[in-house]
């Protein structure tokens, strides 16, 4: 056993050794508890209580010392990123004027025109084509311009402008341009406007003012004999409807004096703003036409408008939607010179503009779906009030340097103050037509057109020969200058030998209507002369107006004989029409105040009015 012994002893030796180490481990482990506990106890006594503490235990942690450094030299290096390339578009910004102009605002039109005028559009590789009619003074024609392509050209011109998204550069007196244009939704139901950017390399401004000059100057020249038309959207602003030909005062025939009064007073207004600045009165003008309808109104302010180099801004008073606030911002956005249209302005509310309440639109029985038999027509929907239109037309933020013209076609249905002095200053009145109107509007029909641009017709009709004659564009084909009826035209005649096709082919059109085929010789002015002096003894003195004359006219457009000869008749059956509408409307009348009276009564609670007899009106009365 002797060899076992130390075998023993050191497996003895070994378990007392695994106990001291696990006495030990004990032993540690419970000091690292109290050292812990402690170092809580004494953490959490030593909290940071100022800003200085808390940082520098914040510094205490390696990793957030790495992050602040990275922060700070990745900052830095932005911040230098910035400078550097914000300081270089600052300073070519600086050689740079940029100009953006709005497709609201009439300065976008000009540089439109001007570009269109550019040569270099013309070898541009991407590029709009426009048939715009004021943009028209390009000389690109795509037309044919030999006799055998003649039958295919148009009488519209085309033009280059710049695409949407692209930049064009071009030199302007010497100087580096960029052009750009860009589009944009502005509003809510998905409208869109163009904006155009004009940068130019230069420090002067007088170069953009010179571009603006010219560029106005370009519009201008092609605006020369053309008017614009502008109307209101349902957002309120003016958008650009019609390009129209200034219509020459001589082709508007009114009774001598009435153009040359309202004329010559809209110069003098226009050229009197400093006198109303010195006096402190508001530069405000307004004309009222009123008068029978179809006496030659609107045809007038659009003559005017054209005569004073104005454009037309029509603003219709009843359109749906439209308020006090919308109106006054309407007026606001008036531009300083231009023609401001009223028409109709006694129509504007159901029972015309007067100082009464406008009675609320009536809501209408969806189930019932009928309306009551004779009942007036509803009221519409504008709520416009007196007050507004007139806030409008002379409040503190009425537009001044405008010029309102407004019709009516009912004098006495107007508040009374609307057309006094300050907003409707000059009333003119126009009448049916009168024997003087009559026979001008005859010679001007029948004149030759050569004769109305100049007066040298006189002088050759009266140094010529008396059987001479003016074109007066008339066919001169068996022609001995007479003034007898010109002979009808020869109907053929269809042989009976001939098949049931060619009987077919050979019968003429059936329509309604007169066609101007058949023309008269040619007429000297004095004949034209006397053949107007017969016509105008024909018409009743302010009977017929102007625009049944000249429907009446048009009917013998090229016959002047026939349309003396007819005349009489015509105006019989004008009076015929005349009284059975005047019948119709006073029956019309009548049968309203029938139906209305009984339902009056019910509506009232007498019960015992249902079985009454229909209201009926003596013949006085009526009348």
Known sequence: MTPFLPLVQQILLGLNSQSDCMSNISANATAVTSATAAAASTTALDIPTDFMSLFTLLLSFSALRDWLRLVMVGGFIEMCRRFVFGGYTKLVNSFYITASFEEQDASYTWMMVWLSNQPSWGKARDVQVCTNSIINNTAIMLDGTDEGTARFRSSRKLAYLPS??????????????????????????????????????TRDHSILVSLLQEARKDYLAAQEHKMCVYVSDTSNNWRQVAYRDKRSMNSIILDPGVKEVLVEDANDFLQSKQWYAERGIPHRRGYLLYGAPGSGKTSFIHSVAGELGLDVYIITLSRLGLDDSALGELVNALPERCVALMEDIDAAFTTGITRDTIAAVESQDMDAGKSVPGAPPAPTTSRLSLSGLLNALDGVGAQEGRILFATTNAYAALDSALIRPGRLDLHIEFKLASK???????????????????????????????????????????????????????????????????????????????????????????????????????????????????????????????????????????????????????????DMAATAQPQEVVDSGASEVLSAKPLTLDKNETS
């Open 436 to 590: 003087f109107q009559a026979q001008q509007l005859f010679t001007r029909f029948y004149l030759p057109s050569q004769t109305l641009a100049s007066t040298k017709e006189d002088e050759q009709d009266n140094d010529g020969d008396e059987d001479g004659s003016v074109d007066s564009g008339y066919d001169s084909a068996g022609c001995d200058g007479d003034e007898k009826m010109p002979p009808s035209p020869v109907e053929s005649t269809v042989s009976s030998t001939e098949s049931a096709f060619d009987r077919t082919a050979s019968e003429k059109p059936t329509y309604r209507g007169t066609s101007h085929q058949t023309r008269v010789p040619q007429l000297k002015r004095t004949q034209i002369a006397k053949l107007a002096v017969r016509f105008a003894e024909a018409i009743p003195e302010r009977e017929i107006s102007m625009a049944s004359l000249q429907g009446y006219l048009m009917t013998y457009k090229t016959r002047p004989y026939e349309a003396v000869a007819n005349v009489s008749a015509w105006l019989q059956k004008e009076r015929d029409e005349k009284v059975t509408r005047d019948g119709k409307e006073k029956k019309g009348v009548v």
């Open 164 to 201: 949407l998204l692209t930049t064009y550069n071009l030199w302007y007196k010497r100087r580096w341009m960029t052009i750009t244009r860009v589009q944009q939704q502005t509003g809510w139901y998905g409208s869109k406007e163009q904006t155009l950017y004009v940068s130019i390399m």
